[in-house]
């Protein structure tokens, strides 16, 4: 009789204490019936929940634990005391904690501890002021599993759209020389790979969107279509990639247009983020494609300005656990030894 593994929680990292990470966990936890959550554990300060959530919590030592306190508590694996806590207000001991909850949560999912890390909102100005290099979570996760930056792919993915930005956190004004054909070739391919590998699309099709008023005009109101975009698109078709642009990105978006799409990548955050936002702000997950581990998150920040006050809403961070928790699933049968 072959003997059936343990089930594997999620590990769900609090982010920065004073932002509403917190929160959303707890109430993540407390929709865990309705959404049909599978296990997870929130890492980070235990006090951090305690001071914005009256409900059960559960403090653990190890994810066999996790799992049998799940159905009756919030399991929390409990780091360290980030400080005097008040909520909407960011400390560097805050910081800290935010950072060792990501460092854990990595730890434990690379060595398959937890099945998946759905990591928090962190402030990426607060971690910067302790000496955090890195531009976000996404470039951090991506060191720590020995991938490069170009090769961890952001995604934003909710029920109607999926996005893709080419280039993330860097100076609108830097977007331009930082686009190179390379950089989308390589990035492309890892959204095509991820598409199959973590939502099952055997055929995805891609769009990639310009970055000039009516994607340059033909060269007459900007010369990165020409110049860039097309030939990357063009190497990528060659490839056998079903991808199409570039596209006027003010239509893209386009009931009709963008819905001919698995993904749509775009040239810079916000072309990317802004419409992603207007349509699944309470549903929206990041996700980073192109690891060896499961990454989701909520797609939202620190929020310093509602934290602790019962207003954040626990839709995005349900949706990035529900979401991680398929993607395991989906590559653990990808690996199942055929029967
Ligand atoms: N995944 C991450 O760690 C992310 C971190 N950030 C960081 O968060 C900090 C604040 O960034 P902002 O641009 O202000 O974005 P933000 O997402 O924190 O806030 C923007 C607006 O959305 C609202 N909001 C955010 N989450 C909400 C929720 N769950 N329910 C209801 N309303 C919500 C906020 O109250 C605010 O009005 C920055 O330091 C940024 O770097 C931003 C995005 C993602
Ligand atoms: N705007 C998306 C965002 O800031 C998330 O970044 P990361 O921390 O997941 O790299």
């Known amino acids: 009789m072959s003997k059936q593994s343990a089930p594997r929680p999620i590990a769900v990292t609090m982010g920065d204490p004073a932002g509403v990470g917190p929160e959303v966990a707890a109430r993540a936890w407390a929709a865990r019936r309705e959404h049909n959550l ?10 951090a929940i305690e001071a914005v959530w009256d409900g059960p919590v559960s403090r653990i030592g190890d994810m066999d634990e996790a799992v ?3 159905d009756a508590a919030l399991p929390v694996w409990h780091l360290e005391d980030s400080g005097p806590l008040e909520p909407g207000k960011p400390t560097p001991a805050g910081a800290t904690c935010a950072l060792h909850a990501l460092e854990t949560g990595i730890g434990l999912t690379r060595t398959q501890a937890s099945a998946a890390l759905v990591t928090g909102p962190v402030s990426k100005h607060a971690l ?6 890195h531009p976000g979570q996404t470039e951090f996760i991506a060191e720590r599993c020995g991938v490069t930056a170009t090769n961890a792919v952001m995604m934003l993915a909710g029920p109607t759209l999926r996005v893709v930005p080419l280039t993330v956190h860097i100076p609108l004004s830097e977007v331009p020389e930082r686009l190179t054909s390379d950089l989308i070739v390589a990035k492309a391919r890892m959204v095509a790979r991820g598409l199959q590998r973590d939502f099952g699309i055997a055929q995805p099709r891609l769009a990639v969107a310009g970055l ?3 994607a340059g005009e033909s060269g007459q109101l900007g010369g990165e279509e020409v ?4 030939p990357a698109v063009e190497q990528l078709a060659a490839e056998g990639i079903l991808i199409d642009g570039p596209l006027a990105a003010d239509a893209l978006f386009a009931p009709g247009i963008r819905d001919q799409y698995d993904a749509l990548l775009c040239c810079y955050h916000d072309q990317a983020l802004a419409p992603f936002k207007a349509l699944h702000f309470h549903d929206g997950v990041n996700l980073t494609l192109g690891l060896p581990i499961i990454r989701t998150s909520p797609d939202h920040g620190t929020a310093f300005n509602i934290a602790g006050k019962g207003k954040a809403d626990p839709g995005p961070t349900i949706a990035a656990i529900a979401m991680a928790a398929r993607m395991a699933t989906a590559r653990e049968r990808s690996c199942a030894p055929a029967k």
Do not use: E, K, L, S
Not at 38 to 47: C, L, M, R
Not at 227 to 230: G, L, V
């Open 38 to 47: 599978p296990p997870f554990v929130a890492i980070g300060d235990i006090a």
């Open 227 to 230: 110049r860039i975009i097309a």
């Open 128 to 133: 910067h002021g302790i000496g955090y290099t």
């Open 212 to 214: 000039n008023p009516h």
């Open 68 to 70: 049998r306190a799940f």
